[in-house]
């Protein structure tokens, strides 16, 4: 062998750049920069003000995009409940719920939750993501099947993969491709249907009964994640699936303290009588430090209250129709036909129009959400509007004119 050879055989092997494969989206990114627009997924927020108002690089800004649906950030009881726990119990916990993680503030906050469904059990997660991962993955094993809608959360999908189950997909909101699929399944076979009470990107919301009756027939259980349905749809502010009077027949309800709870953290509440071995099973919960006290007190106060918010949810309500009806009359496509949730979807017809929308209206003084594939259907650009029961009615009144002003100088209107 040559000298040469020799030294190619001892060389070692160029690396593969693991990065590679993001190549297409970082220059996609970099052009998009280099237009000088702000990017739409780096804002920070100087100081909040309260919850629908905030300064974003020294200038005052309405909050359209936070998902804080009751406003409950800034309740003084809420805040009062963190700053106490903060006092008495320190920073965290250091531990897992399972070793020395549990306070007794996990206790109430699960107390709380347990008042606010009527349930037996409640499980407290460290994020709404966990609790998805953690409920999914551990319910269905190697040999059942998880039955899921194709427009499911990612935290969902990520808990299939966790699992072992078989995956089943079906048409968004379809009763009919749910029933076929289901009845493709071997009848013996263990069976966990995962549906969405209100679907966070259009802001639309299942037809539960009908899902829930199919899910029946075959012989499945349901778990329901009201993530975005819980405080405000429901006489008790349960979520959807109370609204639509399907609560005894759901097996499962998964929910997040990062919405309408306003502080952090996941959950899920459920009767079945064999709930509780989840705490010993359960990996995203067993393998996890636990939520620092002043979280799970500031969620138990404000669960607490969201009880007793009827006039909060009513005025969430009249906000999210108005901003629908004023936005549909000036001409924008939106995510459906009516108010359906607190969220609103205005749909664009590419990127650039997306993005134009969005740096115009943060320019005049909002914050929405921009949405792009792959957290949206492909070739789906959207800006994603989160009201919430604190905006105020002159507050409603300046959103639609803004809408109004970035929309004819984008393009987007006439």
């Known amino acids: 062998?040559?000298?040469?050879?020799?030294?190619?055989?001892?060389?070692?092997?160029?690396?593969?750049?693991?990065?590679?494969?993001?190549?297409?989206?970082?220059?996609?990114?970099?052009?998009?920069?280099?237009?000088?627009?702000?990017?739409?997924?780096?804002?920070?927020?100087?100081?909040?003000?309260?919850?629908?108002?905030?300064?974003?690089?020294?200038?005052?800004t309405i909050l359209?995009?936070?998902?804080?649906?009751?406003?409950?950030?800034?309740?003084?009881?809420?805040?009062?409940?963190?700053?106490?726990?903060?006092?008495?119990?320190?920073?965290?916990?250091?531990?897992?719920?399972?070793?020395n993680g549990t306070y007794q503030t996990h206790k109430e906050c699960e107390d709380a939750l347990k008042e606010f469904y009527g349930t037996e059990h409640a499980m407290v997660f460290s994020t709404g993501y966990q609790a998805n991962l953690g409920m999914i993955s551990t319910l269905a094993g190697k040999g059942d099947y998880i039955i899921l809608d194709a427009d499911s959360h990612a935290s969902i999908y990520d808990g299939c993969w966790l699992g072992n189950a078989e995956i089943v997909r079906f048409r968004h909101n379809s009763v009919e491709d749910l029933d076929k699929r289901l009845g493709r399944l071997p009848k013996e076979a263990g069976k966990l249907v995962v549906l969405e009470g209100v679907y966070s990107m259009l802001g639309d919301i299942a037809p539960l009964p009908e899902m829930v009756a199919v899910a029946k027939k075959h012989g499945a259980m349901i778990l329901c994640d009201e993530a975005h349905g819980m405080g405000?749809?429901?006489?008790?502010?349960?979520?959807?699936?109370?609204?639509?009077?399907?609560?005894?027949?759901?097996?499962?309800?998964?929910?997040?303290?990062?919405?309408?709870?306003?502080?952090?953290?996941?959950?899920?509440?459920?009767?079945?009588?064999?709930?509780?071995?989840?705490?010993?099973?359960?990996?995203?919960?067993?393998?996890?430090?636990?939520?620092?006290?002043?979280?799970?007190?500031?969620?138990?106060?404000?669960?607490?209250?969201?009880?007793?918010?009827?006039?909060?949810?009513?005025?969430?309500?009249?906000?999210?129709r108005r901003l629908h009806k004023g936005l549909r009359d000036l001409g924008f496509k939106l995510g459906?036909?009516?108010?359906?949730?607190?969220?609103?979807?205005?749909?664009?017809?590419?990127?650039?129009?997306?993005?134009?929308?969005?740096?115009?209206?943060?320019e005049l003084g909002l914050y929405v959400n921009m949405a792009r594939p792959p957290a949206t259907p492909a070739g789906t650009f959207l800006l994603r509007c989160s009201l919430c029961a604190e905006h105020r009615d002159?507050?409603?009144?300046?959103?639609?004119?803004?809408?109004?002003?970035?929309?004819?100088?984008v393009g987007c209107i006439a």
């Open 64 to 99: 359209l995009g936070t998902y804080n649906y009751m406003g409950m950030t800034f309740d003084p009881d809420v805040i009062a409940a963190g700053k106490k726990a903060l006092d008495e119990f320190g920073s965290g916990t250091t531990g897992s719920r399972v070793l």
């Open 232 to 320: 405000f749809f429901g006489e008790h502010g349960r979520g959807v699936y109370e609204q639509m009077g399907v609560e005894k027949d759901i097996d499962f309800v998964v929910g997040t303290f990062s919405k309408s709870v306003g502080t952090v953290g996941g959950f899920c509440v459920s009767n079945h009588p064999k709930f509780e071995v989840l705490r010993l099973v359960c990996r995203p919960y067993v393998f996890t430090a636990s939520l620092p006290p002043s979280v799970v007190a500031t969620a138990a106060t404000s669960i607490r209250k969201l009880m007793h918010a009827a006039d909060k949810r009513e005025h969430l309500w009249k906000n999210s």
């Open 394 to 409: 002159e507050q409603v009144g300046q959103i639609i004119e803004m809408f109004a002003k970035a929309g004819r100088a």
């Open 1 to 60: 062998m040559s000298d040469a050879a020799l030294q190619s055989a001892d060389a070692p092997a160029q690396a593969a750049d693991l990065f590679s494969k993001f190549d297409g989206l970082i220059a996609e990114r970099e052009a998009l920069l280099s237009t000088g627009v702000r990017d739409p997924f780096a804002i920070v927020m100087d100081k909040v003000l309260s919850p629908t108002e905030a300064i974003i690089q020294g200038k005052p």
């Open 336 to 362: 459906t036909e009516e108010a359906q949730s607190a969220i609103i979807a205005v749909i664009l017809p590419d990127q650039e129009q997306a993005v134009g929308m969005w740096a115009t209206l943060l």
